[in-house]
């Protein structure tokens, strides 16, 4: 998907940053659950700003051994170790563009050291050089834990966190966006349509309203998988129940259900804001303390 979708005003927001943040060479901080599009975003962010020509170079910092990552994000000169030979790293090769950096909490914490000085003066080292480059490089990073969590955890230093986090944009779960599925779904079918030569009009009423009720652990990227699994079954005509996975079916919520939800996740959040206070939670939520001690027994909380 290389067009950033929806317009709930939690992604016109999104939007709005994104914007501001192309035509910026400072760098930013991605916060996003696995599946809420963040690659999309920095594909956008490359689209739309003032780098567009220049390359965007993609790493994830999982998807390599920890001990090649520095050679491959800094480059190497022939002999500084064994089958060592001249080469470009990432930074070098991102020069005038965007190097985005996914899975940043992956990220050896010693390597991440060498990331905040290159972020900090713009120069790169390979690795057995004595020799410096200067490069223009806008970096993004992104993390799939919340950036708190894992200065806590000890997998993201402190100060390369403030140092990226010069702009920070957090993608919303799916199901904080559900206004967006109609226009999600609308694109996929779409996508899905051209590229298997398939003619899907759209989604039932009925599916629609099972779509809404579900909770997408895995976000745009569940919805996306299932859209083209359909695509691929069915030849034409609307997606409905019977094309549909059964977890998603029982997954439906009644009215009380919902509002639980909604009560539980209201007391979480006072709860929090007050460090577990159960009278200040109580005065802030408007009901008296025996009752809200009662409701944290009942949620389990």
């Known amino acids: 998907m290389e067009y950033f979708v929806g317009s709930s005003s939690k992604i016109e927001e999104v939007k709005r940053l994104a914007q501001i943040v192309a035509n910026s060479s400072s760098p930013l901080l991605i916060y996003g659950e696995t599946g809420t599009g963040k690659e999309v975003l920095v594909k956008y962010i490359h689209k739309v700003g003032n780098r567009k020509n220049k390359p965007l170079v993609i790493q994830n910092c999982a998807a390599v051994p920890s001990n090649l990552l520095e050679s491959i994000l800094f480059g190497t000169v022939k002999g500084a170790f064994t089958e060592a030979a001249d080469k470009k790293g990432l930074f070098e090769i991102a020069d005038g563009g965007i190097l985005y950096l996914d899975e940043l909490n992956s990220m050896p914490i010693e390597l991440q050291g060498k990331l905040l000085r290159v972020l900090e003066d713009g120069i790169v080292r390979r690795i057995g050089s004595l020799s410096e480059v200067k490069v223009d490089v806008k970096v993004i990073a992104s993390v799939n834990v919340e950036p708190k969590k894992c200065i806590e955890k000890g997998i993201l230093r402190k100060d390369l966190f403030y140092r990226l986090s010069v702009f920070y944009i957090k993608l919303p779960e799916l199901k904080d966006r559900k206004e967006d599925i109609k226009e999600l779904c609308s694109y996929f ?3 899905f349509n051209k590229k298997l030569n398939k003619n899907i009009k759209g989604i039932s009423k009925e599916v629609m309203e099972y779509f809404l009720n579900y909770d997408w652990p895995g976000n745009i990227r569940e919805l996306k998988n299932l859209i083209e699994a359909v695509v691929n079954l069915k030849e034409e005509g609307f997606i409905t129940l019977d094309d549909i996975p059964e977890h998603i079916k029982k997954e439906k919520k009644g009215l009380e259900e919902m509002v639980n939800e909604f009560e539980k996740n209201l007391i979480k959040e006072a709860l929090l804001i007050y460090d577990g ?12 303390r025996q009752t809200l001690q009662y409701k944290i027994k009942k949620y389990g909380i």
Do not use: R
């Not at 206070?277 to 008296?288: D, E, G, R, Y």
């Open 189 to 191: 079918i779409d996508l």
């Open 277 to 288: 206070n159960i009278t200040k939670a109580a005065n802030f939520l408007k009901i008296p």
